[in-house]
């Protein structure tokens, strides 16, 4: 079953070469017919993966570069299985998103391998190839594609993830020096008793902090995201949203938290504070726009700074039983799928606006109600999605996840419901500005969905309906890693 | 017949649910086939909640529960559950039944609008949420649900989506009810911590049952007021009253069945359902009773804040409700006033008075609604009643059904549903031991409630006909009936809830039902019967001959204004919390572009700024002197290499002078 993981990884590369020879009418077929392929890869490992194991399965292990430590050590445990499943399902997703060209498809591909290396790799070098891998094609998709302001954009995008990178390899590098490797579950089983000593653990903990903040991102190290969010073209704005923030926190889930489990602990109430600033400010920060792409960029901050909660409420409490850290672990990880699948779906939904209308400003719609009943209707289900209402799958991460914080740190959380009311405030305004009353000017001959689009919207948003309803099938999948992680982490 | 109906209480909501999805998904929008779905599972839903009330009859103190696993995460299941009670029992009754009659009513009423099938879609999907509240045996679930019953409003409320004060009425319901609701979120996640489950009952282990109610120690309070907040968002107390009477700007049926009827009502369910956890906050025996607080102090610090909230907000939106014209919005503030006094009577511990007016209330509200809808339909959409009068000529159907839901809402006896329940809230009030202001308060809101409903009665249906009723038309019998019917139910029900045989009370509170007449008389009965008759012979004395300036603006302009601009507590809220909150909305976008970015960017510039230096230094120091040396030793070549000129003389003459000079050099040292 391993070979499924690096036929994942290389399918993609694969497809990425194949679609720059092919004639560019074809390339998004072609891209997409890689999808196909990847998606089976996925689901077959979906079904050869046994829930009920904890640790790490189908690991394959080759050396490389004995050297330096670095190693071919791939593997999937419950959250890997996870986040491949939803690179599988937003990409795809992406790609029908808008018209591609040749280039476009190809990097877009080259961005997926890497994500799916970044989501098994279980060794640091090679984590970290994948990781700064998914960098180029993001960078070059923004710069050459993009919007209003790219130029400007993609250069703080690359430059800003890249300095954190560059923070996280040297840190990463003193403990190599120190420890001698560079194997996940080697280190993580070395976090409890303390992985280095004195004062350069701090520097080391610093460095990788740096690193995945940026990428998550955490207040006050998110200011390139709404930027780049803004200036990216749709489908690339989708997987950024849908998958390529998910790389932050599962650094942090995979590196940061196990490693340095005794430091979070010190720091414990300025990091639960800087993930309810994440929550509250971007929030609020999000009520202030008019663009929205920039509005739903704030809320995407928004609400993996739920995630950080969750996370930094299992890790930075003393003494914290395990229930509540299964509940909050379980949270996190739900909200991770949903947040992935309910933001590329408001992208999506605003990309199909603006693709009408030729703007998306807040000023620009009205009363679309009366033109669009079906793009309005299965866009409000995203919103709501996203807002959190029961019945959708936003509501079971954000209730688990505050279930397990407001045991494990109630100050913090009962400030951080604040973005509950906060996100409804920011989406009921954008739905009064765009559906409801008068016709707007402009709006007048804008279609509704096409048959297309309705093949697209309706599994997408049936999928929020059942991880609303039925959220078990998903729980399924990582059940026995929460349970893991809550001992590790807790 | 009662195990079937036990373990199918599912049924109940998700009938009404796919009645729902069948017409967004498969009718047209002006289809009739819209509206007979819904009927059909209104009818449905109506039938299943009489057998289970039919049954919650056979035993007292009958309760069934039917408990499942929803989430298996980390080590712990999270259960769900539906239950049947008296108290479920009662409620699904009247909303299924008051629900159908205000269906049939919308099928006149919506007959014209291009919607038409959608509104019913969503009425269903109220109606599956709602009942989901009703019987849900889980405060996750009957929050899940609740939630639910909030959207269903937004969308109704909005349904007129084009005009802009209906989306923004909407908008507000939901923010405004969504602020409480977090304090309910908050007091539900407490609970869960504490108990670590939130089934209401499960065997002895459920979050209302002793062993957990026990275990809560000091935060039983806590929790309790968490949880009453989201009772005052979504029953329109006080401080969050004011989305209720914008959300008039919903179609009229929308008004009677949720903003009158049923959702409104879910905030005082919602305390009665978890009364248990109020009482064992003041540090009494829980019992095994939700229902039954018999042992009860008045010292209970969560209830006593239910108390006052509700006796504020029964003053405040009846004092409000005095100085209004709009029809609906007058009505929308008696639905106020009434749930305040909904919440005193629960607050001073009668549950079961609280929630029989909530019963009755439910109809003859519903009752006053429709009708004004038919007198609106009549009016050609107008709303004002100074433009209204005498209509009781030409709407006598309406007229009469009103005057009885009239009755029954100001609390006129014998045969008037309301007013059986009204006496016995006044009657527990009067026994709180806590404090006597509470009482007086409730009985000067009984005059008020008679006043402000008389004037009402007297600009709608008596005197000129002004302008908006010069045409006016009474409505078709497809809107008569439900009035009819709601009326004929309305008195009806006063028999039910005689006091003279109280066993809807005893049944409620699970007790044995004492057939005697001593209640029929007492000094409270009397009181409250001469301040009712006061209220509405005041009411005809001031309002007999009014004209379109109202008496009140006559005597106390100042006081009239500041009523009518409804205390000008939107405007507060305006002013404080919503400028506030988008002050710091925009301070934070501000602080955004210019603080933490500017930081990225000022750390750029310094980058960028090291990144010059090291070019100059580069270019100035290390690349100069390496130019300088180079070009110094080019010059030295470039001498040399012309010396080499290839010229033999200038080479003799230079080997000439060497030779002299090799010679005096010798001369000199020998």
């Not at chain 1, 979070?264 to 609020?284: D, E, H, Q, R, T």
């Not at chain 1, 299992?314 to 996190?332: D, H, I, K, S, Y």
């Not at chain 2, 056979?58 to 239950?83: C, I």
């Not at chain 2, 248990?276 to 804040?305: C, E, K, Q, R």
């Amino acid at each position: 079953m391993a070979h499924l993981i690096a036929g994942l990884i290389f399918l993609p590369i694969l497809g990425a070469l194949f679609v720059s020879v092919m004639p560019p009418p074809y390339a998004r077929a072609v891209a997409l017919g890689c999808n196909l392929l990847t998606a089976a890869c996925a689901l077959m490992l979906w079904h050869g993966f046994d829930p009920a194991v904890a640790g790490l399965q189908m690991v394959s292990y080759h050396e490389w570069i004995p050297a330096i430590g670095a190693k071919l050590l791939v593997g999937i445990d419950g959250l890997s299985l996870l986040l491949v499943l939803l690179t599988s399902l937003v990409f795809p997703f992406a790609l029908l998103a808008q018209r591609m060209e040749r280039g476009f498809c190809a990097l877009m591909l080259l961005m997926q391998a890497a994500l799916y290396g970044t989501f098994t790799a279980q060794n640091f070098i090679l984590w970290f190839l994948f990781y700064e891998m998914s960098l180029v094609p993001t960078f070059l998709l923004i710069k050459i594609w993009g919007g209003k302001n790219r130029d400007r954009a993609a250069t703080k995008f690359f430059l800003y993830t890249f300095l954190g990178s560059v923070a996280m390899l040297l840190a990463f590098l003193g403990i190599y020096l120190v420890r001698g490797t560079f194997d996940f579950t080697a280190l993580a089983s070395l976090g409890k008793a303390g992985l280095l000593s004195g004062d350069v653990r701090w520097l080391a903990f610093a460095g990788i902090f740096l690193g995945l903040a940026v990428k998550v991102p955490l207040f006050p190290f998110h200011t390139w995201l709404p930027d780049a969010y803004e200036a990216a073209p749709t489908g690339v704005a989708m997987v950024m949203t849908g998958a390529l923030s998910k790389m932050g926190v599962y650094g942090f889930i995979r590196l940061l938290l196990p490693l340095f489990p005794n430091e979070i602990k010190i720091l414990g109430p300025w990091l639960l504070g800087l993930a309810v600033c994440s929550i509250v400010f971007s929030s609020l920060a999000a009520w202030a726009q008019s663009d929205l792409k920039r509005m739903v960029a704030y809320l995407s901050i928004n609400h993996l700074g739920y995630c950080m909660l969750g996370l930094f409420a299992v890790t930075a409490t003393r003494a914290v039983p395990p229930n509540e850290a299964q509940a909050a672990l379980g949270g996190v990880f739900l909200q991770i799928f949903n947040h992935g699948l309910t933001a590329a779906a408001l992208f999506y939904f605003v990309g199909l606006l603006e693709q009408r209308r030729g703007a998306r400003s807040l000023g620009d719609f009205g009363g679309l109600m009366q033109r669009m009943p079906l793009l309005c209707g299965w866009m409000s289900v995203a919103m709501f999605s996203s807002l959190g209402l029961p019945g959708l799958n936003g509501f079971v991460g954000e209730f688990l996840i505050f279930k397990g914080s407001f045991a494990l740190a109630a100050g913090f959380t009962a400030v951080a419901v604040l973005g509950l009311l906060i996100t409804a405030i920011v989406f009921l305004r954008a739905l009064q500005g765009l559906f409801s009353g008068p016709l707007a000017e402009g709006c007048a001959t804008l279609p509704d969905l096409r048959l297309s689009e309705k093949w697209v919207v309706v599994p997408v948003t049936l999928l929020m309906f059942a991880l609303g309803l039925v959220p078990q099938f998903a729980f399924t999948i990582f059940n026995s890693t929460v349970v893991q992680m809550a001992r590790l982490l807790g | 017949m009662s195990a079937w109906i036990v373990s199918h209480l599912w049924l109940i909501p998700i009938v009404p649910l796919l009645a729902s999805l069948l017409i967004l998904s498969l009718t047209s929008s002006r289809g009739r086939a819209g509206a007979l779905l819904a009927i059909t599972g209104q009818v449905l839903a109506l039938t299943l909640s009489l057998a289970a009330f039919w049954s919650t009859l056979t035993t007292p103190g009958f309760r069934a529960v039917q408990n499942f696993t929803w989430l298996t995460f980390g080590e712990q299941t999270l259960r769900l559950g539906l239950l049947l009670d008296p108290l479920t029992a009662v409620m699904l009754v009247m909303i299924t039944f008051v629900s159908l009659w205000i269906f049939v009513f919308s099928v006149g009423y919506m007959a014209a609008d291009k919607n038409f099938a959608r509104f019913f879609a969503y009425l269903s999907f109220f109606s599956a949420a709602m009942l989901g509240v009703v019987v849900a045996n889980s405060l996750l679930l009957l929050f899940i649900c609740w939630e639910l019953v909030g959207l269903a409003s937004y969308l109704l409320i909005g349904f007129w989506i084009h005009k802009p004060s209906a989306a923004a009425a909407a908008k507000k319901a939901f923010i405004t009810t969504r602020i409480g609701d977090l304090g309910f979120f908050l007091g539900l996640l407490w609970l869960y911590g504490k108990s670590g489950t939130l089934l209401f009952y499960d065997g002895g282990n459920g979050a209302l049952e002793s062993a957990a109610l026990l275990s809560l120690g000091a935060s039983a309070t806590a929790i309790a007021l968490l949880i009453f907040c989201g009772a005052v968002g979504k029953s329109g107390q006080f401080p969050l009253h004011v989305w209720l009477p914008d959300a008039m700007e919903g179609p009229t049926p929308v008004s009677a069945l949720i903003h009158a009827a049923t959702m409104v009502a879910a905030g005082v369910f919602l305390v009665a359902r978890v009364y248990p956890l109020f009482v064992v906050a003041g540090g009494a025996d829980p019992g095994s009773d939700g229902l039954n607080a018999a042992v009860y102090n008045g010292t209970i610090p969560p209830l006593t804040v239910v108390v006052w909230i509700g006796v504020i907000t029964a003053l405040i939106s009846a004092l409000i409700g005095l100085a209004q014209w709009d029809i609906k919005r007058i009505l929308a503030y008696s639905t106020v006033s009434q749930l305040g006094l909904m919440m005193v009577s629960l607050g001073v511990g009668g549950v079961a008075a609280g929630i029989m007016h909530l019963l009755a209330h439910g109809f003859f509200k519903a009752l006053l609604f429709l009708g004004s809808g038919s007198v609106i339909h009549g009016c050609h959409e107008e709303q004002d009643i100074r433009k209204m009068g005498g209509l009781r000529g030409v709407m006598p159907v309406t007229f009469v059904t009103y005057a009885i839901g009239m009755m029954a809402l100001s609390g006129v006896p014998l045969f008037f549903a309301g007013a059986w329940t009204k006496e016995e809230i006044v009657h527990a009030t009067s026994l709180w031991p806590a404090s006597r202001w509470p009482y007086f308060l409730t009985l000067v809101g009984v005059v008020l409630t008679a006043l402000y409903m008389t004037r009402q009665m007297i600009y709608v249906f008596f005197g000129r006909r002004r302008a908006a009723a010069a045409h006016a038309h009474e409505s078709l019998p497809i809107m008569t009936l439900p009035l009819v019917v709601l009326a004929l139910c309305v008195v009806g029900l006063s028999v039910v809830l005689t006091p003279v045989w109280p066993w809807l009370h005893s049944f409620l509170s699970g007790e044995r039902a004492l057939v005697g007449g001593g209640k029929l008389i007492s000094p409270v009965l009397l009181v409250s019967l001469a301040l009712v008759a006061l209220g509405i012979g005041l009411g005809i004395i001031v309002y007999g001959r009014a004209t379109e300036i109202d008496p009140l603006a006559r005597t106390f302009p100042r006081v009239f204004r500041f009523l009518e601009n409804r205390m000008w507590l939107d405007e507060l809220y305006d002013w404080s919390v919503l400028a506030g909150a988008r002050f710091a909305a925009r301070l934070c976008d501000f602080l955004d572009r210019y603080l933490w970015d500017g930081l990225v960017r000022g750390l750029g510039a310094l980058g960028f700024s090291l990144g010059g230096l090291t070019k100059s230094c580069d270019e100035h120091a290390l690349n100069a002197g390496a130019d300088d040396a180079a070009s110094a030793a080019r010059g030295f070549g470039r001498f040399f290499s012309q010396r080499h000129s290839g010229q033999v003389q200038t080479y003799l003459s230079a080997i000439a002078v060497g030779l002299l000079a090799l010679l005096l050099l010798y001369a000199w040292l020998t």
